[in-house]
């Protein structure tokens, strides 16, 4: 399984950006929970938002009502809307999906990880 991910860059304070992640290879075939994780440099990684098969979300408290996750099931992908992007934003965002349904507990539960996108936000 390989997560694509796609959609970072280097936008202003309060636009937005748009990442998507698409599921290739053999054996991704099933709608397990995904999500994307941020990384900045000298930080620790945190999980940012993530959707369960059914649809469940989760988000990072600092994100709630800037950042939606959504699925798109026909592609097996999920895309990830920022607006109102801070500079505290600024970070590697990392796809990541689980082996089941539900949105795993601890970061190691995540069964597959993508390469990271670069999303800069300069004041």
């Known amino acids: 399984v390989q997560l694509q991910a796609s959609g970072g860059g280097s936008v202003q304070v309060g636009e937005s950006l748009r990442l998507s992640c698409e599921v290739l290879g053999s054996g991704g075939g099933r709608i397990n929970a995904m999500g994307w994780y941020r990384q900045a440099p000298g930080k620790r990684r945190e999980l940012v938002a993530a959707?369960?098969?059914?649809?469940?979300?989760r988000y990072l408290y600092s994100v709630r009502g800037r950042f939606i996750i959504s699925r798109e099931n026909t592609k097996n992908a999920i895309s990830l809307q920022m607006d109102s992007l801070r500079p505290e934003d600024t970070a590697s965002y990392y796809c990541?999906?689980?082996?089941?349904?539900?949105?795993?507990?601890?970061?190691?539960?995540?069964?597959?990880w993508g390469q990271g996108t670069l999303v800069t936000v300069s004041s």
């Open positions: 959707i369960s098969r059914g649809g469940s979300t």
């Open positions: 990541v999906r689980a082996n089941g349904a539900d949105i795993p507990r601890e970061d190691l539960s995540w069964a597959d």
